[in-house]
């Protein structure tokens, strides 16, 4: 069984830079597609990131190109987020996700299990 924890996030100023964690405590990560996402009131939960089973893959939504960058530890169980040059709009509640895929996938649906969430505030 997949559980996803959350870590890392806080309050920042635009710029700076936070790295967020998500550790399973299952013994199945490695089989897993990862993907962060994230979600302010109401919208829809907004894909960032997606990384395949062996980190050779990965794929990123257009508001983050070239700042955030993902990657796991399968031998650690975890996935992380590296979030550099922060900006306001990147104010959300972060979620990471994993899915039984082979590919990475973005939409949020697609995957099967899912952390609690972990706050991100950039200020101005």
């Known amino acids: 069984q997949v559980q996803l924890v959350e870590s890392g996030g806080g309050l920042v100023q635009a710029g700076e830079s936070l790295r967020l964690s998500c550790t399973d405590s299952?013994?199945?990560?490695?089989?897993?597609?990862m993907g962060w996402f994230r979600q302010t009131p109401g919208k829809e939960r907004e894909f960032v990131a997606g990384?395949?089973?062996?980190?050779?893959?990965?794929d990123y939504g257009d508001s983050v190109k070239g700042r955030f960058t993902i990657s796991r530890d399968n031998a650690k169980n975890t996935v992380y987020l590296q979030m550099n040059s922060l900006k306001p709009e990147d104010t959300a509640v972060y979620y990471c996700?994993?899915?039984?895929?082979?590919?990475?996938?973005?939409?949020?649906?697609?995957?099967?299990?899912w952390g609690q969430g972990t706050q991100v505030t950039v200020s101005s």
């Open positions: 996700a994993a899915d039984n895929s082979i590919v990475v996938r973005t939409t949020a649906r697609a995957y099967d299990y």
């Open positions: 299952g013994r199945t990560f490695s089989r897993y597609v």
């Open positions: 990384i395949s089973q062996g980190g050779r893959a990965t």
